[in-house]
């Protein structure tokens, strides 16, 4: 597809499970990011990959969270023994090359719900 | 500590006026600005930016005003029209996002414009 492509869409799991989020960005952007928007929250920018270089996790709020981006394409975020304060709109987005003029293009989100 | 404040969680117009989003910012160290607008169910979407070099950027019905010396930047839609409808996030980023896109975002305005 054209656009930043997020799977799935919604995702409910119980409190303790792991959950896995899949993001497919634009090809050819070797610039990958993701954000959460909590309930009345703005976006929380949480990790930011940039080709083969060294990822910036500046913004994961836990041990529980990590990101892996696969032959600089396909990105999944992992959330380990959710809990209900993960409950959110996990947001991914992607750029050509990660300067700071360029526009960011982002995906649908997964909508997360932590019982 | 919010660096990028949005106070006015909500704003309505009718259409044909003008709309004024307003936001203000804490770090000095900010000097590029963007707009993106959320509709319900789809990721944000790149409006307008303006570098710290300029203090006004226009695009079609979309003016972006920069006051540094007050660190208040506002987003002007006119006319307003209803399809102008969504959530408003104000973004910054700064020099110590390195060369990234990395972007501290607003908690976001949600426009109504009434027909």
């Known amino acids: 597809g054209a656009g930043v492509s997020q799977s799935p869409s919604n995702k409910v799991t119980e409190k303790g499970k792991d959950v896995e989020l899949r993001c497919d960005p634009i090809?050819?952007?070797?610039?990958l990011y993701w954000y959460r928007q909590s309930l009345g929250q703005g976006l929380e920018f949480l990790i930011y990959?940039?080709?083969?270089?060294?990822?910036?996790k500046s913004g994961l709020p836990s041990d529980r969270f990590s990101a892996e981006r696969t032959g600089g394409s396909v990105s999944t975020l992992t959330i380990q023994r959710t809990q209900q304060e993960d409950s959110a709109v996990y947001l991914c987005?992607?750029?050509?090359?990660?300067?700071?003029?360029?526009?960011?293009?982002f995906g649908s989100g997964t909508q997360l719900s932590v019982l | 500590d919010q660096q990028v404040k949005q106070n006015s969680p909500s704003l309505s117009v009718q259409e044909g006026r003008i709309s004024i989003l307003n936001c203000d910012y804490t770090?000095?160290?900010?000097?590029?600005f963007l707009w993106y607008k959320k509709y319900p169910a789809e990721g944000p979407t790149f409006l307008i930016s303006?570098?710290?070099?300029?203090d006004k950027n226009e695009d079609g019905r979309f003016t972006v005003f920069l006051n540094k010396s007050a660190k208040h930047l506002s987003l002007h839609i006119v006319p307003s029209q209803p399809g102008d409808s969504a959530v408003y996030f104000c973004?910054?980023?700064?020099?110590?996002?390195?060369?990234?896109?990395?972007?501290?975002f607003g908690q976001g305005t949600t426009l109504q414009v009434k027909p």
């Open positions: 990959f940039q080709g083969n270089s060294a990822p910036d």
């Open positions: 090809s050819g952007h070797t610039a």
């Open positions: 303006i570098s710290s070099i300029k």
């Open positions: 770090n000095s160290m900010f000097d590029y």
């Open positions: 973004a910054a980023s700064g020099f110590m996002s390195s060369n990234t896109g990395k972007l501290i």
């Open positions: 987005a992607s750029s050509l090359v990660g300067t700071r003029s360029e526009k960011l293009f």
